[in-house]
């Protein structure tokens, strides 16, 4: 009977123990517990305020008309006080006006962005038959055209953030 209690209590304490440990560890610091600290960082730094971020803009566009792709050059400037490295982004690329998909956009390659730094960020769209078709239908003698970055993933200090909003990027070139 002794020795049922006795392994009980030793049970308990190998699972106990830890989770007391760690607690006590983090006494002063309860949410670096559960969240990690490269998360931690973001936020900290500035990043949870999305409201210090500005809009990329559209520094270039230029179409391939062999590839059939547009490459989109934005510009991007890094507000907080902390080297952001963007290893990767993801993007459905849809019409603004009636929300048509036209192509899937990913980052070239990664980028690193210094505090208080702009960069130029470079996007690959390809475009499929049927995008360029639609070009031909819907918006015919066109020059430019407005398009949504929506379920843009990006990956940004091996955190993966997914923008619930979409990203409006205005006067795309297109080839009609």
Known sequence: ??????????????????????????????????????????????????????????????????????????????????????????????CHEDQVFLANATLTSPVSIGPCETVNVTVVCAWTPQTESYFQTAHAGASTLNVDLTQLTINVNDVTVTLSQPLEISNIPIQV
């Not at 989770?19 to 490269?38: D, F, R």
């Not at 006080?81 to 459905?92: C, R």
């Open 1 to 94: 009977m002794n020795l049922g209690i006795v392994l009980t209590l030793i049970s308990v304490l190998c699972t106990a123990g830890p989770l007391a440990g760690a607690v006590i560890v983090y006494q002063n610091n309860p949410v670096g517990l559960v969240v990690p600290p490269e998360v931690n960082d973001l936020v900290g730094n500035g990043f949870g305020n999305m409201s210090n971020f500005g809009m990329p803009q559209l520094v270039s566009a230029v179409y391939d008309a062999s590839q059939h792709t547009e490459t989109l050059v934005l510009n991007f400037t890094n507000p907080v006080n902390m080297t952001f490295a963007l290893k990767s982004a993801y993007a459905e690329v849809r």
